[in-house]
């Protein structure tokens, strides 16, 4: 079983920055492609920015390319997604997620995709 830990959500300014860790207890995490959505109120969960298990592919949606950057430590099982230039559209509650993969370079961008899912985490842009 993995378990997803998200944090260092909260209120910033638009044009401001945020770190979102997502801590994962896992023994091998280096076999784990991760994966970062978001869910506003009223709408679906979308996808956000995807991360293979060996770090050579990362993988956007469009209206974040520039902005975010989604990295991993796997020394740390832990993988970060880095917000910048914040938007109010970017308000949301953003989901961590893990999918164990057999190919270093397979991404994921599908919420079906994923097998595990951590609780969420509160980010609010005010203008």
């Known amino acids: 079983q993995v378990q997803l830990v998200e944090s260092g959500g909260g209120l910033v300014q638009a044009g401001g920055s945020l770190r979102l860790p997502c801590a994962a207890s896992?023994?091998?995490?280096?076999?784990?492609?991760m994966g970062w959505f978001r869910q506003a109120p009223g709408k679906e969960r979308e996808f956000v920015a995807a991360?293979?298990?060996?770090?050579?592919?990362?993988y956007y949606t469009d209206s974040v390319k520039g902005r975010f950057t989604i990295s991993g430590d796997s020394a740390k099982n832990t993988v970060y997604l880095q917000m910048n230039s914040l938007k109010p559209e970017d308000t949301a509650v953003y989901y961590c997620?893990?999918?164990?993969?057999?190919?270093?370079?397979?991404?994921?961008?599908?919420?079906?995709?994923?097998?595990?899912w951590g609780q969420g985490t509160q980010v609010t842009v005010s203008s």
């Open positions: 991360i293979s298990w060996s770090g050579e592919i990362t």
């Open positions: 997620a893990a999918k164990e993969s057999f190919t270093r370079t397979a991404v994921f961008a599908i919420t079906p995709e994923y097998d595990y």
């Open positions: 896992v023994r091998t995490f280096s076999r784990f492609a």
